[in-house]
């Protein structure tokens, strides 16, 4: 079975800094590109990046590249989203996805990990 | 970016046809592929794929979910509309990057 499962959300300051990671399991992790979306509370689903299997090719959406970093480890079957500066506007939930590049679709999505910036 | 534009909302009876669109800034069709897929997604919960392709049915979705289109208009309909489909439903494009998704559209009972 296929599973994802985010974790490392919590209440931080604005300014400060924060690591999600989403480990899987059930498929093999390196076989596949992977992917970060988020939601903020009462919002729609925004397109954070997705990462290749072996790291050569990240690609962000523009307004985030400077805040976040996206990161494999296929040793530990885990993605990692490192966000930096943050802010009250990056309140939201953080999915992670698995990627299918036939059409460049996600097809399996973790539970998500909330993440609340506030003072 | 391509913008996917989706009406917010949609009333619809149970047992009838839900027929939900999205219009995309751009062509998001290549000669090989239509890069539009669906989504479904229900309060609490991550969002689910529904139709990759414009068209293609992902594993386990019931046949009463359909898609179609291409360049820029894309529909996703679902007949005969059950109580378990309340929940909103989100078009992604895959032509360009940043892969973009249209705001939702919340399915409600009428």
């Known amino acids: 079975e296929v599973k994802l499962v985010e974790s490392g959300g919590g209440l931080v300051q604005p300014g400060r800094s924060l690591k999600l990671s989403c480990a899987a399991s059930?498929?093999?992790?390196?076989?596949?590109?992977m992917g970060w979306v988020r939601q903020a509370p009462g919002k729609g689903l925004e397109w954070i990046g997705e990462i290749n299997q072996d790291s050569s090719t990240i690609n962000y959406t523009p307004s985030l590249k400077d805040k976040f970093t996206i990161s494999r480890d296929n040793a530990q079957n885990t993605l990692y989203l490192q966000m930096s500066k943050l802010g009250s506007e990056d309140t939201a939930i953080y999915y992670c996805a698995r990627a299918l590049t036939s059409y460049w679709y996600f097809d399996f999505w973790g539970p998500g990990t909330m993440v609340t910036v506030s003072s | 970016d391509i913008v996917l534009t989706q009406s917010p909302a949609l009333a619809v009876s149970l047992g009838q046809r839900a027929t939900i669109s999205c219009r995309a800034s751009?062509?998001?069709?290549?000669?090989?592929?239509?890069?539009m897929h669906w989504y479904q997604q229900k309060p609490g919960q991550q969002p689910k794929l529904l139709i990759y392709?414009?068209?293609n049915l992902a594993s386990s979705i019931p046949a009463r979910f359909s898609g179609s289109g291409s360049g820029t208009d894309f529909t996703l309909t679902i007949n005969p509309v059950q109580a378990d489909d309340i929940a909103t439903y989100y078009c992604?494009?895959?032509?360009?990057?940043?892969?973009?998704f249209g705001a939702g559209t919340k399915l409600e009972l009428k």
């Open positions: 992604q494009q895959s032509r360009e990057l940043p892969n973009t």
């Open positions: 392709d414009a068209s």
């Open positions: 059930g498929f093999s992790f390196n076989d596949y590109w």
């Open positions: 751009q062509s998001v069709s290549t000669s090989s592929y239509n890069l």
